[in-house]
Nanobody
Framework: QVQLVESGGGLVQPGGSLRLSCAAS????????LGWYRQAPGKQRELVAI???????NYEEDVKGRFTISRDNAKNTVFLQMNSLKVEDTAVYHC???????????WGQGTQVTVSS
């Protein structure tokens, strides 16, 4: 029974920072790809950042230079440091854990990030 629990969301002003955490139970992170996705009202879920088991990282174009994804396999935790936040970053942010063989995908319930003046 895999459970992913996100934390760290909240209300911030434009230009502010937040650090999201996703702690897992019932799974060992080391062989998995980890990521953060976000979903705004009325929009589809989109990839924000992803980090492979080997540490390769990819970001959505708009967050490059502002967001940093990292992982701590020993603690079964993935982080998303978000700096220079913009209003358009407002969304529910979901933690993702997955692998291809065997195919498995796990999702956290999400944490709300609201950027507003």
């Amino acid at each position: 029974q895999v459970q992913l629990v996100e934390s760290g969301g909240g209300l911030v002003q434009p230009g502010g920072s937040l650090r999201l955490s996703c702690a897992a139970s019932g799974i060992t992170f080391s062989p998995y790809t980890l990521g953060w996705y976000r979903q705004a009202p009325g929009k589809q879920r989109e990839l924000v950042a992803i980090i492979s088991s080997g540490g390769s990282i990819n970001y959505e174009e708009d967050v490059k230079g502002r967001f940093t994804i990292s992982r701590d396999n020993a603690k079964n935790t993935v982080f998303l440091q978000m700096n220079s936040l913009k209003v358009e970053d407002t969304a529910v942010y979901h933690c993702y854990v997955g692998r291809w063989v065997p195919k498995k995908d796990y999702w956290g319930q999400g944490t709300q990030v609201t950027v507003s003046s």
